[in-house]
């Protein structure tokens, strides 16, 4: 099942991410994958304030992995410079994906088949210099409650 969302602003983005957050459960994993630049952090920033967290997320590119605090303990994940999934294997993530917080992966795309099946997935494109296509995809009844919820805060939904 999928959802097609329009962005029309990095602020829009990071409200859609707190719509979604608010869903997440522990033990979720949400996979982010787009162009540069296409608002996956934006995202995750939305996505940690919708699961209740006072941090900022920055792009964990030279870092990772960064563990942020909420109601439950969520991990940001960078994989921009993944060199092969023998790179994501000597990370040793599965106690992260299969543990008792929340992941989330920018660059997904990168390890797509390393991840559980019942990943909650957004892929972004460009529209315009503004606009962007967000597509959520995921195998559950929570992904027709978010875009309820996204219809009910008149984001335009395609």
């Given at each position: 099942?999928?959802?097609?969302?329009?962005?029309?602003?990095?602020?829009?983005?990071?409200?859609?991410?707190?719509?979604?957050?608010?869903?997440?459960?522990?033990?979720?994993?949400?996979?982010?994958?787009?162009?540069?630049?296409?608002?996956?952090?934006?995202?995750?920033?939305?996505?940690?304030?919708?699961?209740?967290?006072?941090?900022f997320a920055r792009s964990p590119t030279f870092v990772l992995i960064t563990e942020y605090?909420?109601?439950f303990p969520i991990y940001h994940m960078d994989l921009y410079r993944l060199e092969g999934?023998?790179?994501?294997?000597?990370?040793?993530?599965?106690?992260?994906?299969?543990?008792?917080?929340?992941?989330?992966?920018?660059?997904?795309?990168?390890?797509?088949?390393?991840?559980?099946?019942?990943?909650?997935?957004?892929?972004?494109?460009?529209?315009?210099?503004?606009?962007?296509?967000?597509?959520?995809?995921?195998?559950?009844?929570?992904?027709?409650?978010?875009?309820?919820?996204?219809?009910?805060?008149?984001?335009?939904?395609?």
């Amino acid at each position: 099942m999928t959802l097609t969302v329009v962005s029309t602003s990095e602020s829009n983005t990071i409200k859609i991410g707190k719509i979604i957050g608010s869903f997440i459960s522990p033990g979720d994993v949400i996979l982010l994958s787009g162009d540069l630049g296409s608002g996956k952090t934006k995202m995750t920033q939305g996505i940690i304030k919708g699961i209740g967290s006072d941090d900022f997320a920055r792009s964990p590119t030279f870092v990772l992995i960064t563990e942020y605090e909420a109601k439950f303990p969520i991990y940001h994940m960078d994989l921009y410079r993944l060199e092969g999934i023998e790179s994501l294997e000597r990370m040793q993530i599965d106690e992260y994906l299969y543990g008792d917080g929340v992941c989330i992966v920018e660059w997904a795309n990168k390890a797509n088949k390393s991840f559980p099946n019942k990943s909650l997935t957004v892929d972004f494109s460009f529209l315009s210099e503004n606009q962007r296509k967000i597509d959520i995809g995921w195998p559950s009844d929570r992904l027709e409650k978010i875009g309820r919820e996204i219809t009910r805060s008149m984001i335009p939904v395609n």
